[in-house]
């Protein structure tokens, strides 16, 4: 069976790899250079009220993703992305916990200004904002109506971001509506092509899986596809809550198909190997 492909040769996607679990369960990690800090600051000159602060706010960041190397009062601390909270199961796997998160109609800016000699520094936190689904305005402007300020404080007491950083709260930006802000800091059009996509074959994919009887070794080809391809499309959607999406966005049907998916690719896997 030739399944229909999600990839396009026109299209640079996140290489991903794909892992299967006994609870059908993918993992994500994706594949590109970790950079180390090598620079020094001036700022970096950070004195811990508490051992154990530190050493909570340096656990729960390793949890999420990110590693903190402390090295001396002069440097500002290294940061490297975890196997572990690189292979942690992502939030887009449970997404709706997000679209049905209530917002409390405040925005959380955070803006910083990391020299260039600290550019490894600056690439991770960078990569780390992202992690966290936050948009970016402008470079070095980050938003989400997420309440990061657990986030902040980790980075603070691990990492002395505050050295570099602001983290504001703002319910109004002047002459923006909100639509207007959530369409500037994220790419949502982007995001409407890879969900449309995904919609399409792979409603054309199930009905083909319906229709017939397929070996094991079509159908996990099939498993293995599929995976990437919800991969590819929903690790870049922000997950915001619902009251915040635009009209057009697609995530929730992709959701929806991807759970009706697996579902029937489960049950053509049985029914092939009873």
Known sequence: ?????????????????RRLSEEWIDVMKDVGDILLTNGRSLTWNHSYPSRTAFNMAMSRLRKQGLMVQYTDEVHLPRLKLTNEGLNSLPIYHTPHKRWDSKWNGIWYLLIFDVPESERPYRDNLRRFLKKLNMGCLQKSVWITPRDIRPEYDDLDQAANVHAVSYLLESRTVLHRETSEIVESAWNFDRLHELHDRYVRIYRNNLNALRAAQHETTELMELLYQEAEAYIQCM???????????????????????HTRFRKALAEALLADNK
């Open 235 to 257: 690790h870049q959607d922000p997950l915001l809550p619902s009251t915040l999406l635009p009209e057009t966005y697609q995530g929730k049907q992709v959701f929806a198909l």
């Open 1 to 17: 069976m030739k399944w229909q492909q999600f990839h396009h040769p026109d299209w640079s996607l996140p290489v991903v790899k």
